[in-house]
């Protein structure tokens, strides 16, 4: 979210707003990451030394079903199993990661502790 907002607001696009597609898993998993979500965008969580101003943008989730077959959730779950592997188990081979490796070069990836 954090390059997001830096990209946006890089192309002038400050005060517009942005939906974020999620994939619903339940209700309640659904209201809490929607709790989440918003309090990351009312400036609410820290992580880092840095402090992003993600106000600057108007933040709106999206749920959709994974019934609705949408490509870039597709997408999504694809590279996110390479990455998540690779985060977990830096020396294991990860063929799916080497792949995507150049891709994620330009924007870098960023974990969490």
Known sequence: MEKLLGR???L???GRTVHAIFESRGKREDREL???FRRIVANEVQWGNQRRDFT???WE???VDK???SSGLQL???MAGPIGLKALRPTQENRAFD???PKLAANGLKIFP
């Open 99 to 101: 792949i995507l490796r």
């Open 8 to 10: 946006l607001l890089a």
């Open 34 to 36: 929607e709790l989440h």
């Open 61 to 63: 989730p999206i749920f």
């Open 76 to 78: 999504a779950d694809l």
């Open 56 to 58: 600057r943008l108007q």
């Open 12 to 14: 002038g696009q400050e």
């Open 67 to 69: 019934k609705s077959n």
